[in-house]
């Protein structure tokens, strides 16, 4: 789909992947908890440009190979490119995983930052367990926004100043009311996949705290800056009339809306790459295993 939204989103997850996990953290979940030692086939649902990929195929026995399915063109087009000069095996499909359907081919099943942008994520799941040969594996790797919106800390000022937190755990459960679509996906996976058969189940949290420090070196700090605004951390809120109404429609009361335009504004103004400022994203990660 070439005017799919993420299609223009490259730049955004380029720069934002890298604060969620250290890479060492990553080595330790394949190599210590889910124990990969013989070459493995992998499929990553929603797979962006392959990121997931570029993580963990260097930690994979080599014989290992990676397909990525995504519905945007761009971002597959951009995958290709990045795996262009690799040794592994690669391979990437455009499609509406929606209308997709997939033999039981693969060892291990990946999404990424991906089930909180369907409607139907337990539907997707269980599409995704069908992938999987006997005794494959399953690894969601999904945020919880209720407790991603409290890991900040600005120094000098009181989190409730620039983050609503009562108000915007609340909006994101209406959201998901209203859109199925749901931020807080990624507490819920152990649940669903328990529900639809899966074994073995086991959950991490990400480990990464990013910090933000004016006395640590300028280069690092900049690109941390650059990643937390790209984020979306104390961007600009824009039109105020706008961004009211909107927040409105999703079922904030007036005030409430008024509020959080404050908060964003206040919080926008504030934010420049010579604050303190500590962040944890707080991604859950969920594994388990299929027996048939
Ligand atoms: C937040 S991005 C994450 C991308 C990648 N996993 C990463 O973390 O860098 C969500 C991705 O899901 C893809 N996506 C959303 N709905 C999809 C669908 N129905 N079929 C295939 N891909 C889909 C988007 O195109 C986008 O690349």
Redesign the pocket.
């Known amino acids: 789909m070439s005017n799919?939204y993420?299609n223009s989103k490259i730049e955004y997850?380029s720069k934002t992947?890298w604060l969620y996990y250290n890479d060492d953290y990553l080595e330790f979940l394949v190599k210590s908890v889910w124990k990969i030692t013989s070459p493995v086939r992998i499929i990553d649902f929603?797979?962006?440009?392959g990121?997931?990929g570029t993580k963990l195929l260097p930690l994979f026995p080599e014989g290992s190979t990676y397909t990525g399915?995504?519905?945007?063109n761009k971002?597959i087009e951009h995958a290709a490119d990045v795996f262009r000069e690799s040794t592994f095996h690669t391979e990437f499909i455009v499609?509406?995983?929606?209308d997709m359907s997939f033999e039981k081919e693969y060892n291990i099943v990946v999404?990424?930052?991906?089930l909180l942008?369907?409607e139907n994520p337990k539907e997707i799941l269980q599409k995704m367990i069908g992938c999987l040969v006997d005794g494959g594996r399953i690894i969601c790797f999904e945020p919880h926004w209720i407790s991603s919106m409290a890991n900040y800390f600005l120094d000098g000022v009181n989190a409730s100043e620039f983050v609503q937190l009562g108000f915007l755990q609340k909006l994101f459960e209406s959201d998901k009311e209203r859109s199925g679509k749901d931020g807080n996906i990624g507490i819920k996976v152990p649940v669903y996949l328990s529900q639809l058969g899966v074994k073995e189940i086991d959950c991490r949290v990400s480990d990464r705290v990013n910090f933000l420090d004016p006395n640590a070196d300028v280069l690092k700090m900049d690109a941390l800056y650059s990643s937390l605004k790209e984020d979306g951390f104390g961007a600009d809120p824009g039109d105020e009339d706008s961004f009211i109404s909107n927040l409105i429609q999703r079922g904030a009361t007036y005030e409430e809306a008024t509020n959080e335009y404050k908060a964003e504004l206040f919080l926008s103004e504030i934010f420049n790459s010579d604050v303190f400022l500590t962040y944890a994203a707080n991604m859950k990660i969920t594994s388990g295993v299929i027996e048939r």
């Open positions: 799919h993420w997850l992947r929603g797979c962006g440009y990121y997931l399915v995504d519905i945007g971002l499609g509406n995983i929606q999404c990424h930052a991906f942008h369907v």
